[in-house]
């Protein structure tokens, strides 16, 4: 039987060390995961990012500023830092991780607002599409990526938890609903994925390091995919085979919109 490849859409690999970089990556190649779109938070992990992906053939990278990690409004030398790692590395393949969170303790909306419109405009520019963050403020988010004509260069909302009226616009605006563990653990959202169309569906961990888990074999990383993609196969009640076809081919077509050279031979084996 012909293995069908398995894409995780959004990690944080680049925030661990070199040794255990190359540690889960290894892991994440035996658990079936063919390849990886790491997103960076700020320029450090894009510069991480970007040697990464040219280190590791089935590591492709995603450029932007997360919402919390912004202190004060983007800086030409940001900008342009951001252009140059984009334009520069074909396998840098999103602008990503951008966004808004609304908790109290995030940077200031005014601030939020300026980045996410800027990288969306960024993106509209390079044709790459976006991944974006959105906590407590769907609402919010949805209104942006219409002002700002998102749905031009589409892409998903990472870590979807929200409602059947969020997924709904995202999807009639061509946008991915990107899934993570949550599902594995939250009714509501299995009604939301059970009411959305397969092929608006990918995949991902978000995975990062988790020192509030004691038990280090317990921390996510993209190997758990496959959890995900079984979950997914549950809900639908559809074979597991034709669920990790769709996905891959989701993922496949949001990421070639922006990158016409990437074929699926691409994702699946690698490239450097």
């Not at 932007?64 to 334009?87: A, R, S, W």
């Not at 993209?222 to 995900?228: A, G, R, S, V």
Request: charged fraction near 25%; include cysteine; charge should be positive.
């Amino acid at each position: 039987m012909i293995k069908i490849p398995i894409i995780d859409s959004h990690t944080h690999i680049n925030s661990y060390n070199s040794k255990e970089i190359s540690e889960i990556l290894n892991r994440t190649k035996i658990h079936g995961i063919n390849s990886i779109i790491d997103a960076s938070v700020d320029i450090n992990s894009a510069e991480i990012i970007n040697q990464m992906t040219k280190k590791y053939p089935h590591v492709f990278g995603g450029i932007g500023f997360h919402p919390q990690n912004l202190t004060k409004e983007l800086n030409k030398t940001e900008v342009d830092q951001m252009y140059k790692l984009i334009t520069g590395n074909k396998k840098i393949l999103v602008i990503s991780e951008i966004g808004l969170d609304f908790q109290p303790s995030s940077p200031s909306r005014e601030i939020q607002y300026k980045a996410f419109r800027k990288q969306i405009g960024i993106a509209r520019e390079l044709n790459k599409p976006i991944i974006f963050h959105s906590r407590l403020c769907a609402d919010e988010t949805i209104r942006i990526l219409k002002e700002e004509r998102a749905y031009e260069v589409g892409g998903a909302m990472h870590y979807f938890q929200s409602n059947n009226k969020i997924a709904s616009e995202l999807e009639s605006m061509g946008f991915k609903i990107s899934v993570g563990k949550p599902l594995l653990r939250t009714k509501k959202l299995e009604n939301v994925i059970n009411a959305t169309n397969i092929k608006n569906i990918i995949v991902e961990t978000d995975s990062a390091p988790q020192p509030f888990k004691q038990n280090r074999a317990n921390w996510t990383e993209p190997k758990d995919c496959n959890l995900i993609i079984d979950k997914i196969s549950q809900i639908k009640n559809e074979n597991i085979e034709n669920i990790t076809q769709n996905i891959f081919d989701n993922t496949f077509e949001m990421l070639k919109h922006g990158s016409n050279w990437l074929t699926k031979e691409h994702l699946s084996k690698g490239l450097i």
